[in-house]
């Protein structure tokens, strides 16, 4: 009976320590939440931190620290759950050969092999409000000004305006070229040149005299027949 009950003391103390050991081996992630210029009270008790996309789950107190208890050593990625503010995500490492030494590090998703480490306890900023719909476009004069149509309206008008004092300021030779230039340009398109028509002409013209050279050399056989 003695040696029954000495058994029994011994696997009772041998499951305790095996408790033991593994309530040891679990850790905490603490930290801060920081949001300037906004009341704790205000987003306190709608703000959760998560690990690991939920697998441990922390609050935060009203002075705006949190603890994320009974995590297990390894990698894990915290973030933070606010329907009003977006955070800064972080990366902590435990170590379980250090005695759960931790390192913080930022989380980049374009290098996620980058190392930036951070100091812990954790301390978290806001990135800014978070946004669920797009903003409205606003009207604005510089947009309308640099618009096409708008451009092509108001060029013509300045030249009318900025031209008859620049050629107020030109000397008399100068004055004559733009004169010119603009007698140029007002020419109606009867007095221009006209490409199309001088082509015409010189090949109606060829074609012309090569009917007349064949018309008077059938009139030379039909006379030497005769």
Not at 36 to 58: D, M, P
Not at 85 to 93: C, D, K, L, T
Not at 155 to 178: C, G
Request: aromatic share 8%; charged share 25%.
């Amino acid at each position: 009976m003695l040696a029954v009950l000495v058994l029994v003391f011994q696997a009772v103390s041998c499951g305790l320590a095996e408790t033991d050991a593994g309530a040891e081996s679990l850790f905490k992630i603490e930290g801060k939440i920081v949001i300037q210029g906004a009341k704790i009270e205000e987003w306190s008790h709608q703000t959760r931190i998560l690990v690991n996309g939920g697998e441990f789950v922390g609050f935060v107190r009203s002075d705006g620290m949190f603890t994320v208890s009974n995590v297990p050593p390894g990698s894990h990625l915290v973030e933070v759950s606010s329907p009003n503010y977006m955070f800064e995500m972080a990366r902590v490492e435990i170590s379980s050969k250090s005695k759960g030494k931790m390192r913080a590090r930022k989380v980049d998703n374009v290098q996620p092999s980058k190392v930036d480490a951070i100091p812990y306890p954790l301390r978290l900023k806001t990135k800014g409000r978070a946004e669920y719909f797009e903003k409205r476009e606003e009207w604005r004069l510089k947009d309308a000004l640099a618009n096409p149509m708008m451009l092509m309206m108001v060029l013509p008008l300045i030249l009318l305006v900025v031209l008859p004092r620049l050629t107020s300021n030109l000397d008399q030779e100068n004055k004559e070229t733009m004169t010119q230039m603009q007698s140029m340009f007002n020419q109606r398109p009867s007095d221009m040149f006209d490409m199309s028509a001088w082509l015409q002409r010189i090949f109606s013209g060829g074609s012309s005299k090569r009917s007349s050279a064949s018309k008077s050399s059938k009139k030379a056989i039909t006379s030497k027949r005769k």
